[in-house]
């Protein structure tokens, strides 16, 4: 039998999910150990490897090929746009992604004049300025904190993803327009999606049960 | 000034062990078409931007290569080779109702920049067989895209197929608002089937319709699905997409070629020129299909002539890096042949080389120059898929020299004396 391989997104993605996946009988307990400075899990009763990655990785090692399936934020799928099947909804880590800014900068968002835009997803808040509200704006591409941007006047606003919005609250910001809901979601590649369809779609199926119970 | 001798993006230098394997994959596919009676087509790199306009329903118009010639036309790279053969055929066989069995080889050019890492040229080999619109054909093209994989050495492959009119039928007779068409597909193209569910659970539909419908995403492998589909509908145009499958199936039972097919009913290609069976073949190694195809009825009347056409094309470089992967051998040996003479024997060496050509024999004259020696010619035949090498160090003292077992024997040169 082949190996499977998942690609998890470092951090409280992959904690989740190893969660869900203990609870329909795969484990990994090798990567429970927060010491090891291995960068590959393998399972070998169930022939199955595990490994994590930054999440806007994810999604290019499993349209590669190199990973079979992956678990990463429906934000990182949008902004990455790659070949791949989105196959669930996993339900957790939920949250929006949100045009923020000062109050004041409402006015901005109605007329349609050329703004400033600072965010880490240039590719969502392109598509959503240009194609969905077809107004025409400056996109800065930050790496983090973008809150900072429109305090220290970078930009008018920011497109960022929004959990339950008190890092807002307390810079004096707060949600201007909703993009879209987020949350973790399982993605497969293709080639494998057909190739190992009988295993890939009994862990889909499992994994949707336990979705629907939690 | 600093030269810039690297090449842009997405285009590459092939060349060595990794140009004779891509050459002998080509020849031997070209054979297997040839074999079917398939007789070659070469159409130009560049055609005018109406050949892949929206209608046709290729590539988005933002994928491709565009410049201006000098009477201002618009003209493009090839980013697809169905529409130009389209045209092609429309042009110089507009007359001919019999059947046309065409097969091409060439690049092609798709400006795709959010794929990084993906090639913008590459090369395609594939064939169209025009002008018949039968299950026969359908079944011919399908033999031919799984002998295609074989003939590469593929083992573990498979080549899935679909029925473009299963699904569309259906989606007529639920009368679906475009919007929420547009929403399955985009579901459907990513295989969420619990969002399909969601979304047709939704709609309100007749029973028997939602269930249909909701199914579509699971109508997946071997024969089995067939039967499945067909109880699913009541719907005319559905059934008969089946019952065309099953026919395909039957008859690629005479080919031996069954137990590589299987079906899936929620296959959607981004080329909205297919009307009839589309499929898809896929192997380990490569994250995308190798072999992609379909029947597109309608294609040809968009440039004049009203014919029915299947077709399919292979991914060249793909199934390289799937053979590659998969560790596969592709049978390329070093065979060349270094004949190493002083200058004071060309007459000699330019008399057996060509001798040994005439005998087919790939052979290469390399004149043995002071300050060198016969180790920095054994090391440069290595570097460079040498076989061995004929040294001709005097008239008498002539040696054959195996450069993967460094062994060497003396060799009789007097009939060329």
């Known amino acids: 039998m082949r190996y499977l391989t998942f690609a ?153 993803i929004v959990e339950t919005g008190s890092t807002l609250r307390e810079n004096g910001l707060e949600v201007l327009e909703t993009i879209c809901p987020l949350s973790a979601r399982m993605v497969v590649n293709p080639v494998s999606m057909r190739m190992e369809n009988e295993r890939i779609t009994d862990l889909i199926q499992k994994m949707k049960a336990l979705v629907e119970k939690n | 000034m600093k030269r810039l001798i690297h090449t842009p993006e997405g285009v590459r230098d092939i060349m060595a062990v990794e140009c004779d394997k891509k050459r002998y994959l080509e020849h031997k596919i070209d054979k297997l078409f040839r074999s079917y009676g398939y007789q070659s087509i070469q159409t130009p790199s560049m055609e005018f931007f109406d050949v892949f306009a929206k209608e046709v329903g290729s590539i988005p118009s933002r994928e491709l290569y ?42 092609v050019f798709q400006n795709n920049t959010s794929y990084q890492g993906r090639l913008k040229e590459s090369t395609q080999m594939g064939v169209e067989f025009i002008n018949d619109g039968s299950v026969e054909a359908d079944a011919e093209i399908i033999a031919l895209a799984v002998q295609t994989m074989q003939r590469a050495g593929i083992k573990d492959f498979q080549v899935n197929v679909g029925e473009v009119n299963y699904f569309q039928s259906l989606v007529e007779e639920a009368q679906l608002d475009e919007e929420i068409i547009t929403e399955l597909k985009q579901l459907l193209d990513i295989k969420n089937l619990f969002g399909v569910q969601e979304l047709i659970e939704k709609q309100n539909l007749r029973k028997d319709l939602e269930k249909a419908l909701a199914q579509i995403p699971s109508l997946f492998g071997n024969a089995d699905v067939l039967d499945t589909a067909y109880s699913l509908t009541q719907n005319e145009r559905a059934k008969n997409a089946v019952l065309r499958l099953k026919k395909i199936y039957e008859l690629l039972k005479f080919y031996g070629c069954e137990k590589y097919v299987t079906f899936d009913f929620s296959m959607l290609s981004k080329y909205s020129y297919y009307t009839g069976i589309i499929f898809q073949g896929y192997t380990y190694g490569t994250g995308d299909a190798v072999i992609k195809g379909g029947r597109y009825d309608g294609l040809l009347e968009k440039f004049g002539k009203k014919a029915e056409a299947i077709g399919f094309v292979t991914e060249v470089d793909s199934l390289l890096n799937a053979i590659e992967r998969q560790k596969l051998q592709l049978p390329v040996k070093d065979i060349k042949t270094m004949v190493l003479y002083p200058a004071s024997l060309e007459g000699l060496a330019i008399r057996f080389a060509a001798d040994h050509r005439a005998q087919r024999m790939e052979v290469a004259c390399v004149r043995f120059e002071a300050g060198h020696v016969l180790d920095d010619y054994s090391e440069y035949g290595k570097r460079n898929q040498f076989g061995g090498i004929i040294y001709f160090r005097s008239e008498k003292e002539v040696y054959a020299i195996n450069l993967s077992t460094g062994e060497t024997e003396s060799v009789d040169v007097s009939r060329y004396l």
Do not use: W
């Open chain 2, 66 to 107: 565009k410049f201006i010639d000098r009477e201002g036309n618009t003209l493009v790279l090839r980013p697809d080779f169905t529409p130009s053969i389209a045209r092609a055929v429309a042009m110089y066989f507009n007359q001919e109702d019999m059947p046309l069995r065409l097969s091409y080889r060439g690049s």
């Open chain 1, 8 to 160: 998890l997104t470092k951090g409280r993605l992959a904690f989740k999910t190893l969660e869900l996946l203990e609870q329909i009988g795969i484990t990994c307990e090798e990567m429970k150990d927060k010491d090891t400075r291995k960068l590959i899990f393998v399972n070998e009763e169930l022939k199955l490897k595990f490994f994590l990655a930054k999440g806007p990785d994810v999604p290019t090692y499993v349209e590669y090929g190199a990973a079979d399936i992956g678990i990463v934020g429906k934000d990182t799928i949008m902004e990455e746009g790659r070949k791949l099947y989105e196959v669930l909804d996993l339900g957790f880590g939920r949250c929006r992604m949100c045009v923020c800014g000062p109050a004041s900068a409402k006015v901005y968002l109605r007329n349609n004049q050329l703004i400033r835009v600072a965010t880490k997803y240039p590719h969502i808040a392109k598509d959503y300025f240009y194609n969905q509200k077809n107004q025409t704006v400056e996109l800065i591409k930050l790496n983090g904190s973008i809150e900072l941007a429109p305090i220290v006047g970078l930009s008018e606003v920011i497109v960022d």
